[in-house]
């Protein structure tokens, strides 16, 4: 072949290849925080492939984005405090307002926050709230009003936790009387000891499918995000989902771009495809996680919307609370971690 002809195939290759990266969106997400037909309902309108991949901690999206240099993925879904700590490390991208039409669906009560004020570089996808699930055919509910109460003996090997290091550090915070978002290294410390005479109780740390190990009765008893609980009662009705007394966790996660994306085109769509109320809707039915988007909320049945499991009552919402980014002290909550993880 004459070479002229060569180059010229090779600079067509090339340009297919641009396209068809330009054709798609890699979204990294939570498991289990996304119904398959909202991607396929995208492709289909927009002609966009979204390559589709999860996580189960903020750490882990956090380490792999770190070592790709905020590159290899258009969109991530952090919470409130990754999103503080990822915006002010450089590396998300700051969001192109003027191509979300659909932000103005959101609630205003969850947006500008001070993890990320004006919202410059987040979007709320999914809140909720994190507190106890029980099977009373195994346990008498009326004897568990707290998180102090998964001490008990009756627990012994037991129970499941999240695998989330400041989700279970909060627990530990919480009964000692200290805030979920301490930084003082003596209470780290304090709560790190409390946590490891818990262990004995834990059966297992699951982030990723708990409810599977709840509703097959491998578990009856432990931790749970609100929406598994939700979905865990729909298929074993025995269980119940406990506000514990010294306060829930709170929790939101949000859509956010990386700073080293290759398509913030692709991306800027998704996320605007994700917060058309109609499609907001779908998440929130499928997941039976709240939606921070009035428009969806307003549109869903009402046995969802007055469900507290769903949606928690303000005196709930009060005296739970958000965690927030730590600062330095992650390093030694990331240290006491790693003991109270190996036994140690
Ligand atoms: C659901 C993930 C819930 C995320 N699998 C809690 N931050």
Not at 133 to 162: H, I
Not at 256 to 269: L, T
Request: glycine share 6%.
């Amino acid at each position: 072949m004459r070479r002229t002809a060569m180059a010229a195939l090779l600079v067509l290759a090339t340009l297919r290849l641009v396209h068809a990266a330009a054709a798609e969106v890699r979204f990294y997400n939570w498991s289990d925080y996304l119904p398959a037909a909202v991607l396929e309902r995208f492709t289909a309108e927009t002609g966009i492939r979204v390559r589709y991949s999860t996580y189960d901690s903020n750490e882990a999206m956090y380490a792999k984005l770190k070592l790709l240099r905020a590159q290899g993925y258009d969109l991530v879904v952090p919470s409130t405090y990754f999103i503080d700590r990822m915006r002010q490390e450089g590396l998300l991208r700051p969001l192109e307002r003027s191509r979300l039409p659909n932000f103005r669906h959101l609630d205003p009560r969850h947006l500008d926050k001070p993890f990320d004020p004006g919202n410059r570089y987040s979007v709320p996808y999914l809140w909720g709230t994190t507190g106890i699930a029980l099977n009373t055919a195994r346990y008498d509910p009326a004897r568990v009003s707290g998180w102090a109460d998964l001490w008990r003996p009756e627990f012994r090997r037991g129970l499941l936790l999240a695998n989330d290091m400041r989700e279970v550090f909060q627990i530990g915070l919480r009964v000692l009387g200290y805030s979920g978002n301490s930084t003082n290294p003596g209470q780290i410390r304090q709560a790190y000891e409390k946590l490891r005479m818990l262990m004995p109780n834990v059966r297992v740390f699951n982030s990723d499918a708990p409810q599977v190990l709840y509703v097959t009765g491998e578990i009856d008893a432990g931790m749970i995000w609100n929406g598994n609980a939700y979905r865990t009662q729909l298929e074993a009705p025995g269980f119940v989902y406990l506000y514990p007394r010294e306060g829930c966790g709170l929790w939101m996660d949000n859509l956010a771009i990386p700073a080293g994306a290759g398509n913030p085109d692709g991306a800027h769509r998704l996320i605007d495809f994700l917060l058309r109320p109609d499609i907001a809707r779908l998440i929130a039915e499928t997941t039976r996680y709240a939606s921070p988007n009035a428009e969806a909320v307003r549109q869903l049945p009402a046995e969802l919307r007055d469900n507290p499991v769903m949606y928690p009552t303000d005196e709930i919402l009060e005296k739970g609370e958000y965690t927030t980014d730590v600062g330095e002290a992650v390093t030694l909550y990331t240290h006491y971690w790693e003991w109270l993880k190996a036994g140690e």
